[in-house]
């Protein structure tokens, strides 16, 4: 069965950094594009994704330049390296696919706060 569990979150002051992780199983990893989103409010919004072989990816205008999405295909699992992080970047963080096409996991949580 389909497994998405996210870690890595917690406090942080701003301007500080984190590393959330996804162990994902139950599906071919290796072969599917994926995606971190957040959500702080009623949305939950697409953050940045990255294709299955790792050498493309694409961010959302307000993490680009400080968040870096990255993926292990050995381990199955997906990495975003949050850097320079900012009060606007609280939010529980979750990954899937692109199109949002697994059962979603628990989600991590981030709050970026002096």
């Known amino acids: 069965q389909v497994q998405l569990v996210e870690s890595g979150g917690g406090l942080v002051q701003p301007g500080g950094f984190l590393r959330l992780s996804c162990a994902a199983s139950?599906?071919?990893?290796?072969?599917?594009?994926m995606s971190w989103f957040r959500q702080a409010g009623p949305d939950r919004e697409l953050v940045a994704t990255i294709v299955s072989d790792g050498f493309n990816s694409e961010y959302a205008d307000y993490v680009k330049g400080r968040f870096t999405i990255s993926r292990d295909n050995d381990k199955n699992i997906l990495y975003l390296q949050m850097n320079s992080l900012k009060p606007e970047d609280t939010a529980v963080y979750y990954c899937?696919?692109?199109?949002?096409?697994?059962?979603w996991g628990q989600g991590t949580a981030v709050t970026v706060s002096s």
């Open positions: 899937n696919t692109p199109w949002s096409t697994l059962d």
């Open positions: 139950g599906f071919d990893f290796g072969r599917s594009s």
